[in-house]
C-alpha cells in the first residue's frame, strides 16, 4: 500500500517544535484528524522514541497544531493544539501549548491568512480553540517576510532570533471557568502514601496545580533526569495531579483524572536559591523570583511550558497562593527558573488580596520561533485504536 502524504510545516516555537497543518489541508472532519495526526508523530510507539515519524520521543517535541480561518470576530486565525502521546494511541485536545503558540502567528502570516506590513510589527490575534481565549502575537516583518533574525535569546534554545511577544489576555478560567477553581489561594490534597499536601490550584493559561518542593522530600533544582529516574516521586506527583483534577472539577474521580494526563499540570516549586542549568550555567538566588519543576504529560519538563511559567506568573501576583508566599515578589516582571535557565512572565492581577474577585488580566512573555522546513509530509495510517481526549 502506497504511504499518505500531506503538506505540512516543522516549526519551532520557543522551547517545542511540532508539525503545523493549515486547517484546508486536513480532512473537513476533524473526527478524521487523529489517526493522520499518530501516523505522522510515529505514535505509539513501545520504544519511546518515535522513530517512524516526526516526533522526537519527548512530549516538548509531539505535537501538532492546526491553523485555519478565524470563528470569532475579534480574532484573525483559530488555532487548535494536539499533544501526542509518544507511547499510547492518545490524542489529547485538552490544554494549549504556550511555546508553540509563538509560531502560529508567523505561520499564519507566511501562509497568507493573515495580511501583515512589509515591514515593521505584525500583530495576530489567535484564538486558541482549546482554551477559547484570546492570544496576541506581535513579532517584525522585514520586506515582506517574517523576521527571524534577532538578538533575543531564550534559555533551551542554541542560537538568538527575532522576538515573539506573547500576551495571553485574560488568561483566568481556561478550563474550570475561575482563575481560582477552588475558591481558595491553597487547598490540602489528602495523597494516599504520602498524607495531606499542601498546594496551589491555579486556572490561568492553563490549569495547574502548585506544590513546595520541600513537600516532596525535594530541593526545587534537581535535574529532570534525576527526577525521571525516581519512580517513586513521579508516582506521587501523578497522584497529587490527580488529586488536584478532582478538586478543580475537571474530573469526576482520581481514575478518570489519571486518562487526562496533560489537565491539569503539576509542578513543584522553591523559593530562590543556588541552582545549576542542563548547560552547567549557575544560577544565584538574586537571579530569580522562584524556581520550578513541572512535570508534563509524565516526563519532567527540561525547562518550563509557556502555559506553565505564565500561570506561575500569576499564582505570583495573587496573595496568599503558596507561589506568592515562596517568591521574592517586587513590581516588576517576575523570572521564573527552571532547569534549562529563567524565563520572565509579565503578569497582572486586580483584586489580587481577595480570592473571590481576583481576575488575571494577562500575562505576557517574549519567544523565538523559526520555519524549518514546508513540504509534504508522508505517513502510514495508524493501526492502533485512538484515544482522543478534546476539550470541553
Partial sequence: MPQHKLRATFMRGGTSKA????????????????????????????????????????????????????????????YTFAQISVNSAAVDYSANCGNMSSAMGPFAVSEGLVTAPANGEAVVRIHNTNTGKIIVARFPMNDGEVETEGEMSIDGVGRQGAPV?????????????????TGHVSDTLDI????????????????????AAAALGKDGSEMPEALESDAGFLERMEAIRCAASV????????????????????????????????SGQGLEPSDMSLGIRMISIGQPHRAVPITGATCLAIAVRIKGTLANRLARVGDGPITIAHPSGTTVVDAAVEHADDPAKARAIHGAVYRTARRLFEGSVFYRPAKA????????
Avoid: H, Y
Fill in 247 to 278: 478538586a478543580m472539577d475537571l474530573a469526576p474521580d482520581v481514575a478518570a483524572a489519571a486518562k487526562i494526563p496533560s489537565v491539569p499540570k503539576v509542578a513543584m516549586i522553591v523559593a530562590p536559591r543556588q541552582m545549576t542549568t542542563l
Fill in 19 to 78: 508539525v503545523v497543518f493549515n486547517r484546508k489541508d486536513l480532512p473537513a472532519d476533524p473526527a478524521l484528524w487523529d489517526p493522520i495526526f499518530l501516523a505522522v508523530m510515529g505514535s505509539p510507539d513501545p520504544n519511546g522514541r518515535q522513530l517512524d515519524g516526526m516526533g522526537g520521543g519527548l512530549s516538548s517535541l509531539s505535537k501538532v497544531c492546526v491553523v485555519g480561518a478565524p470563528t470569532r470576530s475579534d480574532a484573525d486565525i483559530d
Fill in 385 to 392: 485504536t485512538v484515544q482522543a481526549r478534546r476539550s470541553a
Fill in 165 to 181: 511577544r506573547l500576551e495571553f489576555t485574560d488568561p483566568g478560567g481556561t478550563r474550570t471557568g475561575r482563575l481560582l477553581p
Fill in 192 to 211: 494516599p502514601g504520602l498524607g495531606p499536601v499542601e498546594a496551589s490550584l491555579v486556572d490561568a493559561a492553563n490549569p495547574c496545580v502548585f506544590v
